[in-house]
């Protein structure tokens, strides 16, 4: 089941690829920290800043690890597949100890069904993030849990604290439900742990690599952030119920009725707090942690009703949340990012991007571009890349080409500013050196 997986995200994360359906924020950033890695390089990325290092933005020093298959394999490809991967690999511990807590069928259903859940499909469609290597740690951490193998959890979850600086949080959780577990000693030291890693990375590390000496997400907390706020704060707006409902719907709801699901609380207060509406969609990656926390919950929900519930009773609600599973199932092959595999256009030739690619074949190896956005991350494994137009107004174009693509959005800023942008600079300071189908490249004169 993992490699049917492993093939269907690297089909539909390569072919957005190869249709120019990838972007420079995220998976240029993402490529261009890993060919760092790969040259013995601090992991910085052109795209968000001149000699931006990206530790000091983000905290994932684990994506290190990629180094050696982009030495190999050096392309954005590389990262694509890695991702598929990672994701597919945790369908196995899913898996396993849904079979063995509810029995064959059922918890291959359950397999399926995480599998294709939408958390994970919403991540595979969406460049590559470093939440990647998160998902196969939480899920084989849970499944030692669920087989009460404490040390085993406890391996797997401590690289965590090296994929994203929010997770050291969950490890937190993690020791909170092995203090509910009877395991208090060890429960506490590993809130601890959690917690010193967390203040260590967020108030230390990434300040010391940011240009400006912060952590600079924490403004997503809102400027004027009181503790006092926080009740109203989690569900002060419809999306934040939508995400609530969304995350748990898959399981029949039945996921919040295990103590597994506290492993959950952190990624969902930081979301439901934040002030970035972004963090409260459905869509993007922020939603790929949680899908192993809640089948493995609900795994745990069956589990224990098999024991403590009549037999009548429990195998109808064993069949309600397997046509639920089956149902999820359904909606993640017909309606989700998935279901792309299955139109004509994602396997026919695009005269748009073989235009773009024309064009992105004059620029010699080595050069320094700046591009457009869904540009950037075909450059990347060969060039220098900058983002066309930058995010903020004042720092200057200062590369030797530029590629663009005309068909604007209204990113990293207004349509009309970036077409702006554009018709300065041809007028200024670069030449027009090919121009097809709403694609532009220029040189500097």
Request: net charge neutral; aromatic share 10%.
């Amino acid at each position: 089941m993992a490699f049917v997986f492993f093939t269907l995200y690297g089909l539909l994360s390569v072919s957005n690829h190869l249709r120019l359906g990838t972007t420079g924020f995220d998976l240029g950033i993402f490529e261009q920290i890993v060919r760092s890695y790969a040259e013995f390089r601090a992991p910085v990325a052109e795209l968000k800043g001149p000699g931006f290092v990206m530790l000091g933005d983000h905290f994932h020093p684990i994506l290190a690890t990629l180094a050696p298959l982009y030495w190999i394999f050096p392309s954005p490809i590389t990262l694509l597949i890695a991702q598929a991967g990672l994701l597919a690999v945790s369908v196995v511990p899913v898996t396993r100890i849904a079979v063995k807590l509810v029995g064959r069928q059922a918890g291959f259903v359950i397999g399926m069904a995480y599998g294709l859940s939408w958390g994970l499909q919403t991540t595979v469609d969406f460049d590559f993030h470093e939440v990647a290597f998160a998902v196969p740690l939480l899920a084989f951490a849970i499944e030692r849990l669920l087989r009460e193998e404490w040390t085993a959890a406890l391996c797997w979850a401590a690289p965590l604290i090296l994929v994203k600086e929010d997770l050291p949080l969950t490890v937190v959780a993690i020791g909170a439900y092995l203090f509910l577990k009877g395991q208090r000693r060890l429960g506490g030291w590993v809130m601890a742990s959690g917690l010193v890693s967390f203040l260590l990375i967020l108030k230390v590390l990434i300040p010391a690599m940011n240009p400006a000496g912060v952590y600079g997400f924490a403004g997503d907390l809102g400027q004027d952030f009181s503790w006092l706020e926080l009740p109203g704060r989690l569900f002060d707006h419809d999306k934040k119920l939508v995400l609530l409902l969304s995350v748990f719907a898959p399981t029949a709801l039945l996921a919040v009725l295990s103590p597994v699901s506290l492993i959950a609380v952190p990624t969902l207060l930081w979301r439901l707090l934040s002030v970035n509406q972004s963090h409260w969609e459905t869509g993007f990656h922020y939603n790929a942690v949680l899908m192993p926390i809640v089948f493995l919950a609900l795994a745990d929900v069956l589990a224990k009703g098999k024991l403590i519930l009549p037999a009548q009773t429990y195998r109808k609600m064993l069949r309600v949340v397997v046509s639920v599973c089956v149902a999820g199932s359904v909606i993640g092959i017909t309606t989700l990012p998935l279901s792309k595999l299955t139109e004509t256009t994602t396997w026919q030739a695009d005269p748009q991007v073989a235009a773009a690619h024309r064009l992105m074949d004059m620029i010699p190896d080595g050069a320094t571009v700046a591009a457009s956005n869904r540009l950037a991350p075909q450059l990347t494994d060969r060039t220098t890349v900058q983002l066309f137009p930058a995010i903020r107004p004042r720092i200057a174009t200062d590369a030797e080409w530029i590629v663009v693509d005309t068909h604007f959005v209204n990113w990293p800023r207004s349509a009309a500013a970036q077409a702006a942008e554009l018709a300065r600079l041809r007028e200024t300071e670069y030449r027009t050196v090919a121009e097809q189908d709403g694609f532009i490249l220029l040189k500097r004169a």
